[in-house]
């Protein structure tokens, strides 16, 4: 059962933005830390942002400066804006409780970034 659902991705040209929208349970939401989750073809998974509950956050290396992850608890989301983005940023973007909870992977969201 899909209990988050991300959205906001697009095709965007490198050096532009998209900001990024995950929903989902409240339970979940007010309780953990949320990540922002990345996957590119033939790539794993992996982390680019979190959040604690007290709004600590968290970067990827290669995102730092460019990213910035907030979340608004009263909605059940957790944002992920991407500013100057790469096209090494390419990939389906997915939010998740982290460390992930097993079973709580949304579809995700595609964001490429392409001339």
């Known amino acids: 059962q899909v209990q988050v659902a991300e959205s906001g991705g697009g095709l965007v040209q490198p050096g532009g933005s998209l900001r990024l929208s995950c929903t989902g349970s409240?339970?979940?939401?007010?309780?953990?830390?949320m990540g922002w989750f990345r996957q590119a073809p033939g790539k794993q998974r992996e982390l680019v942002a979190s959040i604690t509950t007290l709004r600590n956050t968290n970067y990827k290396d290669s995102v730092k400066g460019r990213f910035t992850i907030s979340r608004d608890n009263a909605k059940n989301t957790v944002y992920l804006q991407m500013n100057s983005l790469k096209p090494e940023d390419t990939a389906v973007y997915y939010c998740?409780?982290?460390?992930?909870?097993?079973?709580?992977w949304g579809q995700g969201t595609q964001v490429t970034v392409s001339a």
């Open positions: 998740n409780a982290n460390p992930p909870l097993y079973g709580y």
């Open positions: 409240r339970i979940i939401f007010s309780i953990y830390t």
